[in-house]
């Protein structure tokens, strides 16, 4: 089962000439799966349509952001109010303070927030930050952990990097990539030895307490309090990266979740609406270490801007409404067991891994628990389910190790028709 992709074929091309790859984030080229990527033109609640006309079911949501669906009526109508009077000025806006002190309210442990435009910018200032309130250089990440494309962050990444089989050094000097340190996640005596071998170096210790980008890979039981306590032990600080997981494992993240207590939260996606913005939280002081209140500098043009702002603050508005959540959370749910479900019935042992409103499957007999196991899944027949499913209407990212996100307004229609065509899909396999 093929869609019709002539025009996208066609944008394609184009899009190649001008742009590397034909596409603005790597990702998007499905590279890793083959094929054309359908361009899209418009987005309505669970729906997308694409250049040919063809429409699908959308469990990427623009990678996360969108958990109240395409073109949700009161961010619309939020956004388009804040353009209509005026769209950048580059000056403080009472908007900010709103949706500063909406984001704290569901993060009881983080005390300010610096706004920024993206996760990668608020990753890069996070360890600069952690760098110059600690004055130590090393950074320690999770293997498999994706935190933006920052030079001192690409080792071992996942996302793209992990997708397309890149290696994290081309373009980062050597002194960059040496002062980044990688340990396997969930593996708490590793990262104990690591600590120990390198001590007060270490500025922070960075982690997707949710990593989402090597495919949702839950943390083990005792893991993340572990961290803190052998972190805090060496004097380094720990960096919560829930740009993914901030209003998705739970709308306070898996901070709140869990009763967890990082020094540094990274914040994105969801916090935005489906505009660039994205934050950087934390105790208040270490955070008075930013510039202008401290000598950490970050800036940006465009930081706050007025349409990201109130569409955020729509979006949390209308999200933190009664049962909005748990209901995303619960079709979640439904969707991974009807999946699980139907490939069973086909004799095929799928994965499902899922906290609140972000999932992943992969084709595995055993758990997937890190990244090594991740890595192991048999991605051959992923990318002959992305196909089976992408033909029958149904839009996932073009990767295993990416996670899938359910909106308010996916239906109960939307997901039974999921499931059947999981079916037919798995029954081709
Ligand atoms: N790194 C993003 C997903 N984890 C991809 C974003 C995009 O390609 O748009």
Redesign the pocket.
């Known amino acids: 089962m093929e869609k019709t992709l002539v025009k996208s074929q066609a944008l394609f091309e184009r899009a190649r000439r001008v742009i590397p790859g034909g ?6 080229a499905f590279k890793s799966v083959g094929g054309t990527p359908p361009f899209i033109t418009r987005g309505a609640g669970a729906h997308i349509t694409d250049a040919d006309g063809n429409e699908y079911i959308d469990y990427v949501l ?3 952001p969108l958990i109240l669906g395409h073109a949700h009526k009161e961010v619309v109508a939020a956004a388009v109010e804040a353009i209509a009077g005026g769209s950048s000025f580059g000056a403080p806006t009472e908007r900010e303070v709103v949706l500063a002190e909406t984001i704290l309210s569901f993060f009881p442990g983080m005390e300010m927030i610096r706004l920024v435009s993206s996760g990668t910018e608020a990753a890069m200032t996070a360890v600069r930050l952690a760098r110059g309130y600690t004055r130590r250089d090393k950074i320690v990440k999770f293997a498999g952990c ?1 935190h ?1 494309h920052s030079d001192c962050l690409l080792a071992e990444a ?3 990097i992990a997708t397309l089989g890149i290696p994290a050094t081309p373009g980062v000097t050597q002194a960059t990539a040496a002062d980044t340190l990688t340990v396997e996640f969930n593996d708490i005596a590793a990262l104990d030895a690591l600590l120990d071998q390198w001590g007060d170096t270490i500025a922070a210790v960075i982690v997707e307490p949710v990593p ?2 090597m495919g949702v890979v839950p943390p083990a039981d005792g893991f993340l309090p572990r961290l803190i306590s052998a972190a805090r032990s060496r004097g380094a600080l720990v960096i919560f990266d829930e740009v ?1 997981s901030g209003f998705r494992a739970a709308l306070g993240g898996a901070q709140t979740l869990w009763g967890l207590d990082p020094d540094i939260t990274l914040l994105g996606k969801v916090i935005g609406g489906g505009f660039p913005l994205a934050a950087i939280a934390g105790k208040r002081h270490i955070m008075e270490h930013l510039a202008p209140s401290g000598p950490v500098y970050q800036a940006g043009t465009l930081s706050g801007n007025p349409a990201a702002v109130a569409a955020g603050i729509a979006t949390l508005t209308v999200l933190s409404g009664p049962g909005v959540f748990d209901t995303i959370a619960k079709k979640t749910d439904v969707l991974r067991r009807g999946l699980i479900d139907a490939a069973d019935s086909a004799g095929i042992r799928l994965r499902g891994n899922a906290v609140g409103t972000m999932m992943s499957f992969f084709f595995s007999d055993g758990p997937v628990d890190n990244f090594a196991a991740a890595k192991a899944t048999k991605s051959d027949l992923f990318v002959r389910w992305f196909h089976e499913m992408l033909g029958r209407g149904i839009y996932m ?1 073009p990767s295993p190790f ?2 899938l996100f359910l909106s308010a307004a996916h239906s109960g229609r939307d997901i039974r028709d999921t499931v059947a065509a999981a079916r037919d899909a798995f029954a081709r396999l």
């Not at 596409?23 to 998007?28: A, F, L």
Request: hydrophobic residues 30%; without cysteine; aromatic residues 10%.
């Open positions: 596409v603005n984030s790597p990702v998007r623009s990678w996360g994706y933006g996942g996302s793209g989402g980008n993914m990212a990416e996670a």
